[in-house]
T-cell receptor, first 109, second 116 residues
Framework: GNSVTQMEGPVTLSEEAFLTINCTYT??????LFWYVQYPGEGLQLLLK?????DKGSNKGFEATYRKETTSFHLEKGSVQVSDSAVYFC????????FGAGTRLTVKP | EAGVAQSPRYKIIEKRQSVAFWCNPI?????LYWYQQILGQGPKLLIQ????????DSQLPKDRFSAERLKGVDSTLKIQPAKLEDSAVYLC??????????????FGPGTRLLVL
C-alpha cells in the first residue's frame, strides 16, 4: 500500500543552520506530495506541495523537489529561524492522504 | 476567509463514557475528513465525506465510532463507549470541490481527547 517514511527526530539546530528533513514514499501511480507543518497548539498547515515529477514546491524559504527516480521529497531550508520550530509532516495523496510520523524541529537562538 | 472550526478544543472523559466532536468546514468545501492523531504519530484518516455521502470509512472502528454530515456542511464524530487507546487529537479537514485525489486539505485546530 501507499506509505511515507520520514526522518526520525527530534532535530535540534542553531539559528541560521541548514535544514534537511528526508522523506521517501511508496505509491502506485503518480501521487501528489505535501509537506505540512504543525506549530505548538495548532492544527496542520500546508507548507508546500508538488503534483508531478521534477516539480519544486517552495514557501517561506522552504523547498522540496519531487524526485520520482528516488521516490523522495526532501524538505530543505538554507537558514532556519527560531520561529521554524514545529513538527513537520510529509504526506502523499493517491488519492487518499497518507502521512509520515512527523519530525520535530527545535531551533535554538 | 474563516478556517475550519472545531469544538471542543479539549475533552477529558472516563473510559466507557461517550463523547462527540463537532466540525464546521470552510464554506463551499465539499469534502470533509476526520483524522485521529495519536501522540508521536502522523494523522490517520478515519472517514471522508463528499458532501453528505461517505467516500471512505475503511479505518473507522465502527463498533464504537460513528460520524455524520447532515446537509453536507458541518459534521459530528462520536465515540461510544470510549477506550483508553482513543486518547488522541481528532483533526477535521476540508478541501474544495473538483480537486479530489490531489486536493490540498485545510485543517482545523483539533480536539484533544484524554480518556482516563
Amino acid at each position: 500500500g501507499n506509505s511515507v517514511t520520514q526522518m526520525e527526530g527530534p532535530v535540534t539546530l542553531s539559528e541560521e543552520a541548514f535544514l534537511t528533513i528526508n522523506c521517501t514514499y511508496t505509491a502506485t501511480g503518480y501521487p501528489s506530495l505535501f509537506w505540512y507543518v504543525q506549530y505548538p497548539g495548532e492544527g496542520l498547515q500546508l507548507l508546500l506541495k508538488a503534483t508531478k515529477a521534477d516539480d519544486k514546491g517552495s514557501n517561506k524559504g522552504f523547498e522540496a523537489t519531487y524526485r520520482k527516480e528516488t521516490t523522495s521529497f526532501h524538505l530543505e531550508k538554507g537558514s532556519v529561524q527560531v520561529s521554524d520550530s514545529a513538527v513537520y509532516f510529509c504526506a502523499l495523496s493517491s488519492p487518499d492522504m497518507r502521512f509520515g510520523a512527523g519530525t520535530r524541529l527545535t531551533v535554538k537562538p | 476567509e474563516a478556517g475550519v472550526a472545531q469544538s471542543p478544543r479539549y475533552k477529558i472523559i472516563e473510559k466507557r463514557q461517550s463523547v462527540a466532536f463537532w466540525c464546521n468546514p470552510i464554506s463551499g468545501h465539499a469534502t470533509l475528513y476526520w483524522y485521529q492523531q495519536i501522540l508521536g504519530q502522523g494523522p490517520k484518516l478515519l472517514i471522508q465525506f463528499q458532501n453528505n455521502g461517505v467516500v471512505d470509512d475503511s479505518q473507522l472502528p465502527k463498533d464504537r465510532f460513528s460520524a455524520e454530515r447532515l446537509k453536507g456542511v458541518d459534521s459530528t464524530l462520536k465515540i461510544q463507549p470510549a477506550k483508553l487507546e482513543d486518547s488522541a487529537v481528532y483533526l477535521c479537514a476540508s478541501s474544495p470541490p473538483g480537486t479530489s485525489g490531489r486536493a490540498t486539505q485545510y485543517f482545523g485546530p483539533g480536539t484533544r481527547l484524554l480518556v482516563l
